[in-house]
C-alpha cells in the first residue's frame, strides 16, 4: 500500500513538473504578451498651451487661443488620438513673461505635461527656453525670433518653432525690394526680442541682397507717437521705411508716416499679418507691404498649391466656429499641435520621444503656414519660399501678384 502510495505521489509530482516544464518554455513569451496585452492606456494625452490671449499681444494670441479650444474639440470629437482623448492645458500669459514662467513650471511639474505648445512673443519663447532644457520637455513655440531655435544654443535641443523666422522674413522683403527698384531703407523697430532680431537681420542680410541702410531708429511698446524717429529717417532720404514690431506700434507708424507727408513705402514685417492692424491703422494702411504666410488670404491661394487643402479646411472650420478670418498666428498653432498630435500617433508617447520625433521624423509635413522638413540643425525647417507678399488694398489684405 505505501508503494502504491509512493508511485502515485511520483506520478503526479512528474506530471506537475511536466506541465511546469510546459508553461515554463513559453512564460518569457507570455509575459510579455500579457504585459503588452493589459497596458492600460493613459486617461488622456496632456499638453500645456500657452499664448497671450490678452495684453500687448492679444491680436496674436486671441486667434492662437481660439484655434486650439477649435482643434481639441475636433481631434476629441473624431475619438481622440488612437482612441485617447487629448486634453490641453490652456493658458492665457496676458502677455507676461512672469505669468508664463509660473504657469509652464506648473504646467511641467504638477499637470505632468507631455510637450508645451507656445507661447505667442518672441521674448516670452527665449524666457522659456531654458526651463524647456532644464526639464527636457519638448516645447513648440508660436513665436518668430531666429534666437528661439539658434542650433548654437545647447536649449534648442528641446526647443522647435512654427513660424517663419525673421531672416527668412528679411529675405522675402529684400527680394521684393530688389524687384521694385529700391535700394535705400529706413528701419525704425520695436525694442524688445521681436524687433531687435528683425533689425539684425536687416542688417547682416543688406549688403547680400545690394541695399542700404541710410538710418535707424526704435520705439518702445506702447509708445504713443514716433514722429521724432520718422522726422530722423526722413531727413536721411530713404526710398522705403521697413518697420518691424507688431500690431499696435506698427500701425502708429503707419498713422504718423501719413501725418508727416511721407510719400515712400512703408514695410511691414510679418508681426502684423492680422486684421487688427488693419482695423488700428484704418485708411493709413493702405498700400502697406509684408511678407506672410498663406493663410491670411485663405481664398486667394490657388487650388493646385500643396497647401491648398489644409488652408481652405482649417479656414472653413475656424469661420463656422468663431465668426471671423483667422490669421498666420491661428496656422503656427494650429501646426503646433497637430505636429505634437502626429507624434503622439506614432507612438512617441514620452517627452523624451516627442522631442526625438519632431526633430527626426517632421519631413514634407504640409501645414497650414508651410511645408515643414526639421532636421537636429533646423528646428523649424521653413523655406521663405513658403512666404508670399500681401499688400493692404480698399482696407483688406490681398495677394500681391
Not at 520705439?219 to 531727413?235: C, F, G, H, I, V
Not at 500690431?247 to 508681426?271: C, Q, R, W, Y
Request: some cysteine; charged content about 20%.
Amino acid at each position: 500500500m505505501k508503494k502504491k502510495f509512493y508511485s502515485i505521489m511520483a506520478l503526479v509530482l512528474s506530471l506537475s513538473l511536466l506541465l511546469l516544464a510546459g508553461c515554463g518554455g513559453q512564460t518569457e513569451e507570455n509575459a510579455q504578451n500579457n504585459d503588452e496585452g493589459n497596458a492600460e492606456a493613459p486617461e488622456s494625452y496632456k499638453i500645456g498651451a500657452i499664448v497671450s490671449k490678452t495684453g500687448p499681444a492679444n491680436a496674436l494670441g486671441e486667434p492662437e487661443y481660439n484655434t486650439l479650444q477649435l482643434l481639441e474639440k475636433q481631434i476629441n470629437d473624431a475619438g481622440g488620438i488612437n482612441g485617447v482623448p487629448l486634453e490641453l492645458i490652456l493658458v492665457d500669459d496676458e502677455t507676461n513673461q512672469d505669468k508664463a514662467t509660473q504657469e509652464v513650471l506648473r504646467m511641467i511639474n504638477d499637470e505632468n505635461v507631455l510637450a508645451v505648445i507656445g507661447p505667442t512673443v518672441s521674448g516670452i519663447s527665449l524666457a522659456l527656453k531654458g526651463i524647456a532644457l532644464d526639464n527636457e520637455v519638448p516645447m513648440v513655440s508660436f513665436a518668430a525670433a531666429a534666437q528661439i531655435v539658434d542650433p548654437e544654443d545647447p536649449a534648442t535641443k528641446w526647443v522647435f518653432k512654427t513660424p517663419h523666422s525673421d531672416e527668412q522674413a528679411v529675405g522675402r522683403i529684400y527680394q521684393y525690394l530688389n524687384s521694385e527698384g529700391i535700394k535705400k531703407i529706413g528701419i525704425i523697430h520695436d525694442s524688445n526680442a521681436y524687433g531687435e532680431g528683425g533689425r539684425e537681420k536687416l542688417e547682416e542680410l543688406a549688403e547680400q541682397a545690394g541695399v542700404e541702410i541710410v538710418g535707424i531708429e526704435s520705439y518702445q511698446a506702447k509708445d504713443p507717437d514716433m514722429s521724432a524717429q520718422l522726422t530722423n529717417l526722413k531727413s536721411k532720404n530713404p526710398e522705403a521705411i521697413i518697420v518691424w514690431g507688431i500690431t499696435n506700434e506698427s500701425a502708429t507708424v503707419a498713422k504718423n508716416m501719413k501725418s508727416l507727408g511721407f510719400d515712400i513705402p512703408l514695410i511691414g514685417s510679418h508681426g502684423i499679418a492680422n486684421e487688427g492692424f488693419l482695423q488700428l491703422a484704418g485708411e493709413d494702411a493702405e498700400g502697406i507691404v509684408i511678407p506672410t504666410g498663406k493663410l491670411l488670404f485663405p481664398e486667394q491661394i490657388p487650388s493646385n498649391d500643396p497647401q491648398y487643402e489644409v488652408i481652405s479646411q482649417f479656414n472653413e472650420a475656424y469661420q463656422a466656429e468663431f465668426n471671423s478670418d483667422p490669421t498666420n498666428f491661428a496656422s503656427y498653432a494650429y501646426d503646433g499641435l497637430y505636429m505634437v498630435v502626429e507624434a503622439l500617433k506614432n507612438g512617441a508617447t514620452d517627452r523624451a520621444s516627442i522631442r526625438d520625433y519632431l526633430e527626426n521624423d517632421i519631413k514634407d509635413y504640409v501645414g497650414a503656414t508651410g511645408i515643414f522638413n526639421m532636421s537636429p540643425d533646423d528646428h523649424l525647417g521653413l523655406t521663405a519660399e513658403s512666404m508670399v507678399i500681401a499688400e493692404v488694398k480698399d482696407g483688406q489684405w490681398v495677394l500681391k501678384k
